[in-house]
T-cell receptor, first 114, second 115 residues
Framework: EAQVTQNPRYLITVTGKKLTVTCSQN?????MSWYRQDPGLGLRQIYY???????DKGDVPEGYKVSRKEKRNFPLILESPSPNQTSLYFC?????????????FGAGSRLTVL | GESVGLHLPTLSVQEGDNSIINCAYS??????FIWYKQESGKGPQFIID?????DKRQGQRVTVLLNKTVKHLSLQIAATQPGDSAVYFC??????????????FGTGTRLLVSP
């Protein structure tokens, strides 16, 4: 089944404890992106990647890092999480960069930072 | 399931009614618009799209209307069913000078369908 898989789905952590949210897609998509979803703010882009080793900042990149060493994986790294990073995170991928129709989303990762 | 927010505008309808969900977009340069549906516990799923050179597009039970004059987008769902209950997002696709296309999402509307 074609899908985007995120892990973990739920995580509670403490301020300053590094964590990684993994994202993997099995559709051979070039483009991958991370979003965070907060009440009243909709989906905001954190980072995106046009292809392997090509990444760039989205609208809210502060406090996050990403890497794209392989086409299928695009992990989101929080080096020193803070409570304002408590959110619902989505990874998405597509063939055609940025084309909404082709975006396939993961099921989401709920992160709570205490 | 995952909650997408406690402060979303909500549209409550009866099963069988037609639903209309509205969205205002911000950028007159947007060339492509998409509606997504997000059910509890899932990521957004594509419903229907429309290009800026069109003002109406129909799918199965869904119709999207685009009014570029007032930068307004609407999603019409015919004969709404309980399975249509979800949060609906509009998104505008903006082509940037770099050639990259950026997707900007609205905040969403919750649709509640009563049997």
């Amino acid at each position: 089944e074609a899908q985007v898989t995120q892990n973990p789905r739920y995580l509670i952590t403490v301020t300053g404890k590094k964590l990684t949210v993994t994202c993997s897609q099995n559709m051979n998509h070039e483009y991958m992106s991370w979003y965070r979803q907060d009440p009243g703010l909709g989906l905001r882009q954190i980072y995106y990647s046009m292809n392997v080793e090509v990444t760039d900042k989205g609208d809210v990149p502060e406090g996050y890092k990403v890497s794209r060493k392989e086409k299928r994986n695009f992990p989101l790294i929080l080096e020193s999480p803070s409570p304002n990073q408590t959110s619902l995170y989505f990874c998405a991928s597509s063939f055609t960069p940025g084309k909404g129709r082709a975006l396939t989303f993961g099921a989401g990762s709920r992160l709570t930072v205490l | 399931g995952e909650s997408v927010g406690l402060h979303l505008p909500t549209l409550s309808v009866q099963e069988g009614d037609n639903s209309i969900i509205n969205c205002a977009y911000s950028n007159s340069a947007s060339d492509y618009f998409i509606w997504y549906k997000q059910e509890s516990g899932k990521g957004p799923q594509f419903i229907i799209d429309i290009r800026s050179n069109m003002d109406k597009r129909q799918g199965q039970r869904v119709t999207v209307l685009l009014n570029k004059t007032v930068k307004h987008l609407s999603l019409q769902i015919a004969a709404t069913q309980p399975g249509d209950s979800a949060v609906y997002f509009c998104a505008e696709n903006i082509s940037m000078n770099t050639g990259f296309q950026k997707l900007v999402f609205g905040t969403g509307t919750r649709l509640l369908v009563s049997p």
